[in-house]
């Protein structure tokens, strides 16, 4: 992200937040699993997590206490045996 341009972030940035997904959401019929903190500021968990689980037929939650946006980086082992667990079933 560091070497995109701006203006390549800022249009990437914007279609993801204008973009509505909702009616694509039911459709999905694969495993999936949704990882969310229930401390993320900038996309917060009632906001985004729980519905877009609640949209996807069969979607996993699975809820980290007190993680905030980089949970891949402050929980990294838990979502790594998290996502093993998810991926070998």
Known sequence: MLSTPLRVAVE???TMTAT?????LPKISV????VHGDKD?????ELTG???AALIPNAQLK???GALHGLFVT???RLNADLFAFITG
Do not use: G
């Not at 509505?20 to 694509?24: G, N, P, S």
């Open 12 to 14: 990437c940035n914007r």
């Open 20 to 24: 509505d997904f909702r009616k694509e």
């Open 31 to 34: 495993a999936v699993l949704v």
């Open 41 to 45: 500021a900038s996309a917060p968990i």
């Open 50 to 52: 729980r519905p877009t």
């Open 63 to 65: 809820v980290y206490e």
């Open 75 to 77: 929980h990294k082992d």
